[in-house]
Structure formats: structure tokens, C-alpha cells
């Protein structure tokens, strides 16, 4: 069920905001023993906001959020909720302030009904990498949901909660969209608060919407959206409501398939995927063109020197001092701190926090972290160029569906590899959204990701909502 | 160039982990590896290319200087490790 049904449900009293309240967490006692999506339930503070729900409901006061049950990645600080960030550093923190997505939400009564697991750090692409348990992919419980923001994909294609937020580094919430069937949007960066949010790589995380279908997340994205003083790289789009021109027709858009997109390395069942749906979009008469993005290639590359730089300077304030987990095991300070950071932090967190020191470190800067951020005007540039001609950009969200659990944990390399179609996109500031295109030959979901230009989510949200409109006809 | 388990000891040092000789083993290889795909790079000519450390250019976001309450100090305190007399607690640094 969708946010826009239930709104409608709750605004015609066919059912109350705590009844809907309790339903899902039926479904979550029900279900989360097999999926493991939850880190943390906190169902007193979401009574008590259901009741805050009703009253807006009955007072006529309602935004499409009011009321509706949903689920926060767990690096989005909550207040006296706990925020693990799935670390063993963080495993008892309880953030004294809300992250500004989550002072908008309860100014319009959401209902949180907890947090939910990620790769610690949002540093991996499985949910694997979480301290707490893994989560399984709700079509298949031998497969991993994706991630980083696993748990949101898996609870909301599980229906434990309506929607979620998560957060989007170098694919994190589309990838685990298309690993769960749903519909994930990264939006432009600055679009929404990073403010609250536990930082991973500054210049490239954005949080956004995990949801059933592209008109709810449009709807989330209005809710949630706009310029915040507590974060200066926050933008003021000036877009009021992003669904606005949803409903348009998409006749005479033209989208960019890039070659290399369809290249080797891509699984046939999404390639055949992604083709069908080139076809869906030509006979809503969208002009399709091939296009070269040759720089993209290097882009994987470029990413983790980027965000593995900013990571190593982010998590430097873990330190076992102000907050977090704090070793028994010292004599000095300087033990302390590399004892507890040894102890709190799990292998990829500290792989990343080494390469990222690696390449900032004299003697490497220029040859990798300035070389990479070269490499980032280059493929920024491209994308503005091609964005002078198309409306979007069309491909695939990641080159295989779901892996079993456990497949790749043993080369992070091979790993990284699999964000090939996403990492660009964050690099370069875009807006891009995963939608479901089918499934493959083990039933497993497909994503179809569209690339929009920047600020630019209504154009995406349309071109996303017709192709979902079209082949559910 | 290849990364060794004592380029590992050193970048350690400077992130503030250890690792056991085990580990520094495997962290060299698996460093190595990735370094070694990311000199891929190379193979772009970016010379007279400006960095870009951030999408937004940006440069000073300012605001008006105006006091607010700030966190009580009690409550910021809960989440310490170690703590006494409203402060962090943490083991004697100056002899």
C-alpha cells in the first residue's frame, strides 16, 4: 500500500492513524525475524505521535505524511532514539538533536516506526558490513537486499513500513531499490538537509526517499525538501511541489543511452531488461539516442579516492572521547584513541579510513586525491554538455540483480565494481532515481535508473512516473 | 608501487588504528590491489584540469551573529564514555 491510498484511507476515517500504526507493526513482528531490516523499534514515541496524527487528521491539517508508518536509515540522528550508524563505535549513541528530515517529519506527524540496518557507515553496497545482523532480500532470503541502505529497500518491499528514507553516497539507495523491486531517488545534492545526517563523504551524500511507486516519492521529496540554515551546501530549488508536471505527457522528451552503459560485464537478463524498456519509452514517442560518456569509465576510480579522502577525515572524530564506544584496553591517549577506533570500527570502515588516508597523505595527494578530483570536473563536464541536449539519461541501476549472501564479502574490490552505473551520478551532483523494469530469470528485481539534470527532479519524476504508468497497464 | 605491511604500519599510525602483523598483511594486499586499479587514472590527460573539491561552488555561507541557546551540558555528557566534573574524562597527557 502506497502513502497516497493511506492518506486518503486516513483522511476518510476508514481507518485511524493508530490503527494503521499497529498494523504495521504486525507486520514487522510478523516478518522481521526472517528479514532482520529493523536495528531499533521505538513504538511508544510512535504511539504517541499517531494520536498527535489523529488530531491533525480530525482538525483537517493533514500533509500527505501525517500519519503514515515509516522507517529511517540509522545514520539519520534521532533525538533519544538510538543512531547506530550499524557500528559497535556508535552502538549506544543517542543523539541529543533530530536531523532536519526529522524535525520535518514530525512537524507533520510521520510516524517513525524505527531505524533501520545499513553497511556500517553506509560503507558498502550489501548491508553485510552492518555490526548488528544482516538483512535478507525480501523476493529471496538467500540474497542480499543491496545496500547501503538495505534495511530501508528491505522493509518497504516487505511492507513493514510504508516508506523509508536512506541515504545515497555512490548508489546506496538506488541499488538496494532495484535489489528490492522498489522505487529509490537520489536527489540533486543540496536538495535536501544533510544536517543530522552522520557524515560519510560530505561533498557526495544526499539523503532520499525509498518507496512503493514514483508518485510517493515525489510526495517525500515535498515533504522533506529546502534550504536549511544548519547545513550550508543546502539549496533553495524553489520547487514548492515536485509532482507538479508528474502527470505530463513524456512525448518529444529525448533521453541519452550511453554505449558503455550496455557494455560488457552487464548480466543479459538486465541488459534485456533495459532494452524492453527503451522500448516502452520510443512508443510513448521519448526519442532514445546513443550517446559516448567516456569518462564515466574512470569513475568508480575517482569515487572511492573521493569518498574514501572524506571518510577518513569524517570518521577522525571518533575517538573514543565525547561519545561512542571507548576501548578498556590503554595506558596513554594516543592508545585510547587507536585502541578504540581498532575495536569500534569493523575491516571495510577501516579499509576505507587507511586508502583514504593513503592517498591524502604527502607524497600520494596529487598523484590520486588531486588527480581524482581533476578526474571529477571531467565527468561533471561531460554531463553538463549532454544535459544541453537530453532530458535524461537512461541505463541500467546496477549490472546484476540481487547476489547471495556472503558472494562477495572476500574482495572488496569486486565489490566496489558493482556501483559502475551509480558512483557517477553523485560525483557530479545529479538527481537519479531507480525504478523497477522487471525481473530475471531467478525472479529477482530489476532497476531501471534515470538520470536527470540538476535541480531538475520534476522532469525525472515524470519521465519515472510515466514508464511505471505505462507497464502497469 | 607496491603497498607493504610497513606503508600499512605507517598510514595506520597516522588514521590512529593498529592492526596485527595478520592484518596488516592482508590490509597491504588488498590496498594494493585497489591503488592499483584506481592508477588507472593516469591513463587521463588532465593537465590545466581544476580540481573539483565540492559540486556547489560555494564559498562563504554567512549568517546573522546571534545568540542562541546552545545543548545542556548534562545532556551532551550522557553519551561520554567517561566523564567527571562536567567534563570528558580521559587519561593525564601532560606529566
Known amino acids: 500500500m502506497t502513502i497516497l491510498k493511506y492518506h486518503q484511507m486516513l483522511i476518510n476515517k476508514e481507518i485511524s492513524a493508530l490503527e494503521l500504526t499497529n498494523l504495521y507493526y504486525d507486520h514487522i513482528e510478523k516478518n522481521d525475524e526472517q528479514i532482520g531490516a529493523y536495528i531499533t523499534l521505538c513504538k511508544e514515541q510512535a504511539m504517541n505521535m499517531a494520536n498527535r496524527a489523529q488530531e491533525k487528521i480530525n482538525n483537517q491539517q493533514a500533509t500527505y505524511l501525517t500519519g503514515i508508518p515509516m522507517a529511517i536509515k540509522d545514520n539519520i540522528c534521532t533525538k533519544d532514539i538510538k543512531t547506530t550508524c550499524g557500528s559497535k ?19 507533520q506527524e510521520a510516524i517513525i516506526l524505527g531505524k533501520v540496518n545499513l553497511d556500517e557507515f553506509a560503507m558498502g553496497g550489501s548491508t553485510e558490513n552492518s555490526y548488528f545482523h544482516k538483512t535478507t532480500n525480501p523476493y529471496d532470503n538467500t540474497k542480499v537486499p543491496g545496500g547501503s541502505s538495505g534495511g530501508s529497500a528491505a522493509c518497504v518491499a516487505s511492507d513493514m ?62 515533504g522533506i525538501a529546502g534550504i536549511d540554515k544548519f547545513d ?77 579522502a572524506e571518510a577518513s577525515s569524517n570518521l577522525a572524530r571518533y575517538d573514543g572521547v565525547k561519545y561512542g564506544y571507548r576501548s578498556e584496553n590503554f595506558n596513554n591517549l594516543l592508545e585510547l584513541y587507536k585502541n578504540s577506533r581498532s575495536e569500534g570500527f569493523g575491516e571495510e570502515v577501516k579499509r576505507r579510513i587507511m586508502l583514504g588516508t593513503y592517498v591524502l597523505s604527502s607524497g600520494y595527494y596529487d598523484a590520486y586525491y588531486k588527480k581524482a578530483l581533476q578526474v571529477r570536473t571531467l565527468i561533471k563536464g561531460e554531463f553538463d554538455k549532454l544535459f544541453e541536449t537530453y532530458d535524461g539519461i537512461i541505463g ?69 512516473y510515466a514508464y511505471e504508468q505505462e507497464v502497469a497497464k | 608501487m607496491k603497498v607493504t605491511k610497513e606503508t600499512v604500519n605507517y598510514v595506520a599510525n597516522l588514521s590512529r588504528l593498529t592492526f596485527t602483523d595478520e592484518e596488516a598483511e592482508k590490509m597491504a594486499g588488498q590496498m594494493d590491489h585497489i591503488l592499483r586499479y584506481m592508477e588507472q587514472l593516469n591513463k587521463l590527460d588532465t593537465t590545466d584540469v581544476t580540481p573539483m573539491e565540492h559540486v556547489k561552488p560555494i564559498s562563504n555561507v554567512f549568517r546573522d551573529d546571534l545568540v542562541v541557546p546552545s545543548y545542556d551540558r548534562s545532556e551532551l555528557l550522557k553519551n561520554a564514555p567517561n566523564q567527571e566534573n562536567g567534563a570528558f574524562k580521559v587519561p593525564k597527557i601532560v606529566e
Open chain 1, 89 to 107: 563505535i556508535l552502538e549506544n549513541f543517542i543523539p541529543p538533536y533530530n536531523a532536519t528530515v526529522v524535525e520535518k517529519l514530525n512537524s
Open chain 1, 161 to 222: 513500513a510504508v516508506y523509508a528514507l536512506g541515504s545515497d553516497t555512490g548508489g546506496s539507495i538506488r541499488q538496494p531499490a532495484a535489489f528490492c523491486g522498489i522505487v529509490g531517488l537520489k536527489p540533486t545534492y543540496g536538495t535536501i538537509s544533510r544536517n543530522g545526517l552522520v557524515a560519510f563523504a560530505s561533498s557526495l551524500d544526499q539523503i532520499g526517499p525509498l518507496t512503493k511507486t514514483v508518485e510517493d516519492a515525489g510526495l517525500v521529496l515535498n
Open chain 1, 232 to 308: 550550508s551546501t543546502s539549496s533553495n530549488s524553489g520547487i514548492s511541489d515536485y509532482t507538479v508536471n508528474m502527470k505530463n505527457d513524456v512525448k518529444n522528451k529525448k533521453l541519452a543511452l550511453p554505449k558503455n552503459y550496455l557494455a560488457s560485464g552487464l548480466a543479459p537478463d538486465v541488459k534485456q531488461s533495459i532494452l524492453q524498456a527503451i522500448k516502452v519509452y520510443e512508443k510513448m514517442g521519448v526519442t532514445v539516442e546513443e550517446v559516448d560518456l567516456q569518462f564515466t569509465d574512470y569513475a568508480i576510480a575517482a569515487y572511492y579516492i573521493i569518498s574514501s
Open chain 1, 396 to 464: 541500467p541501476t546496477a549490472p546484476t540483480t540481487a547476489y547471495g549472501i556472503g558472494e562477495k564479502t572476500d574482495d572488496p574490490l569486486e565489490m566496489y565494481l558493482g556501483d559502475i552505473y551509480t558512483v557517477s551520478v553523485n560525483i557530479a551532483g545529479l538527481p537519479a532515481i531507480s525504478i523497477p523494469c522487471g525481473f530475471d530469470s531467478q525472479k529477482l528485481p530489476i532497476g531501471l535508473q534515470l538520470i536527470g539534470k540538476a535541480f531538475d527532479e520534476t522532469t525525472l519524476l515524470q519521465l519515472a
